[in-house]
């Protein structure tokens, strides 16, 4: 594949929906083909099993349920969405990806990491990002900017502190695939660094 795969990562409230459109825009002004897309969601069955997820009328979920419903969304997604897009060359944007699964079921809902992980990484053929973006924000500061919070947007503090300290750890395992950017910081100063590490990373792979 000669496409590029940039992934957003963070808290809930931290802002990767801004900079993702921020980054769409400047491909399209450049005229760089490329995908935005998002998990969960983006699929016939992704859109399903997303109504499900974070619907706060849904009903109980045990974590490996739910661990189990967003690996399955993986899965479609990457096979529907992502390798045509990758393998067309363009440039894949995607609001979350596996990192979110360790982060939230794993460190939120204090599952097993390496067991999470497997079946993650099994469920979207172990397809890595070239670029995975964390927009770092204080969960004190992020969740309750939402005045009707979904089923994980719900789940308490703790939850989210432990989200937040997941995502920090694995951007830690592997700098060189990790940009850490301050999620409160001028929107366009965010985008503008961004946009720097993408640029690298087509022309690299022009």
């Known amino acids: 594949m000669s496409g590029v795969f940039v992934v957003f990562e963070g808290g809930d409230g931290a802002g990767k929906s801004t900079q993702v459109r921020l980054l769409a825009g400047w491909l399209a002004e450049q005229g760089i083909a490329h995908r935005v897309t998002r998990e969960p969601g983006d699929t016939w069955l992704g859109g399903h099993l997303r109504h499900l997820l974070l619907d706060p009328a849904s009903g109980p979920i045990s974590p490996r349920a739910e661990a189990l419903v967003y690996a399955a969304d993986k899965a479609q997604h990457v096979d529907e969405v992502v390798v045509p897009a990758l393998s067309a060359g363009e440039v894949v944007v995607c609001d979350r990806y596996v990192d979110s699964t360790l982060a939230y079921q794993g460190a939120g809902r204090r599952m ?33 900017t939402k005045a009707e919070p979904d089923r994980l947007e719900a789940a308490g503090q703790e939850f989210h502190r432990n989200v937040r300290r997941l995502f920090l750890e694995l951007a830690e395992r592997d700098p060189e695939r990790y940009l850490v950017l301050p999620g409160r910081d001028p929107r366009e100063q965010l985008a503008a660094t961004v946009r720097e590490r993408v640029r690298e990373l087509v022309e690299r792979n022009a």
């Open 112 to 144: 097993d990491l390496a067991e999470l992980e497997h079946i993650a990484r099994w469920a979207t053929r172990d397809l890595r990002p070239d670029l995975t973006v964390v927009l770092d924000v204080d969960p004190d500061l992020a969740v309750h």
